[in-house]
């Protein structure tokens, strides 16, 4: 299995920039597509993007395309979240996401196997 460990969230004005990372432990990063979720208060966990086992493909959320940006180095288990001009309604805690599902891009949350503990993100008006 793996550990992921999110960090990099925090207090932003609308328009800002914010740049999450999720370092990952445990079994070959490789092994594993990845992606980034968020949930708001009183919504539905969501999905936001992911990338595939190399980082040769990936896939956003309508809501985010043109502002995010998912990426990966498999040398440094990491995988980043570059989030710019953000807006309140990307207030959310942000959840890094591993899954063995390699030949997919998983956008559903049944998808993913392992789970970060989150990081908040909060964006001021």
């Known amino acids: 299995q793996v550990q992921l460990v999110e960090s990099g969230g925090g207090l932003v004005q609308s328009g800002g920039s914010l740049k999450l990372s999720c370092a990952a432990s445990?079994?070959?990063?490789?092994?594993?597509?990845m992606g980034w979720l968020r949930q708001a208060p009183g919504k539905e966990r969501e999905f936001v993007a992911a990338i595939n086992w190399n980082g040769g493909s990936t896939s956003y959320a309508d809501f985010v395309k043109g502002r995010f940006t998912i990426s990966r180095t498999n040398a440094k288990n990491t995988v980043y979240l570059q989030m710019n001009n953000l807006k309140p309604e990307d207030t959310a805690v942000y959840y890094c996401?591993?899954?063995?599902?390699?030949?997919?891009?998983?956008?559903?949350?049944?998808?993913?196997?392992?789970w970060g503990q989150g990081t908040q993100v909060t964006v001021s008006s």
């Open positions: 445990g079994r070959t990063f490789s092994d594993y597509a």
């Open positions: 996401a591993a899954s063995t599902l390699l030949g997919l891009l998983p956008s559903k949350t049944y998808e993913y196997d392992y």
